[in-house]
């Protein structure tokens, strides 16, 4: 069965650290261009970091900035999303999503949960308190 599947998350204090994965199954990452998104409860999804299918190119939205790490280890076929400085805004469900499409040069594009990807993970749940 192919699919991706995020963890890692959970309940963390403002200003805290956590780390999600995203693990691929059935399916080899080597050729995907990865991409986290999240959705906060009643808003719409959004696109939060991206990462080319060799690691070499990274993209973020101005809201995570300097805050959030994406990278890949694709040896253990996952990628992982470092966040920092936790804010109670950032509470939300995370996704990862997999395309072979090489967008990340574009933050336009790869952090747009619009367009189509070849995968979807189901999501882990992030929750910052204040």
């Known amino acids: 069965q192919l699919q991706l599947m995020e963890s890692g998350g959970g309940l963390v204090q403002s200003g805290g650290s956590l780390r999600l994965s995203c693990e691929a199954h059935?399916?080899?990452?080597?050729?995907?261009?990865m991409a986290w998104f999240r959705q906060a409860p009643g808003k719409e999804r959004e696109g939060v970091a991206c990462?080319?299918?060799?690691?070499?190119?990274?993209n973020y939205a101005d809201s995570v900035k300097g805050r959030f790490t994406i990278s890949r280890d694709n040896a253990k076929n996952t990628v992982y999303l470092e966040m920092n400085s936790l804010e109670p805004e950032d509470t939300a469900t995370y996704y990862c999503?997999?395309?072979?499409?090489?967008?990340?040069?574009?933050?336009?594009?790869?952090?747009?949960?619009?367009?189509?990807?070849?995968?979807w993970g189901g999501g882990t749940l992030v929750t910052v308190s204040s």
């Open positions: 999503a997999a395309d072979f499409r090489d967008i990340t040069h574009s933050r336009t594009m790869c952090t747009n949960p619009h367009l189509r990807r070849d995968y």
């Open positions: 059935g399916f080899t990452l080597d050729y995907l261009n």
């Open positions: 990462i080319s299918n060799r690691g070499d190119s990274t």
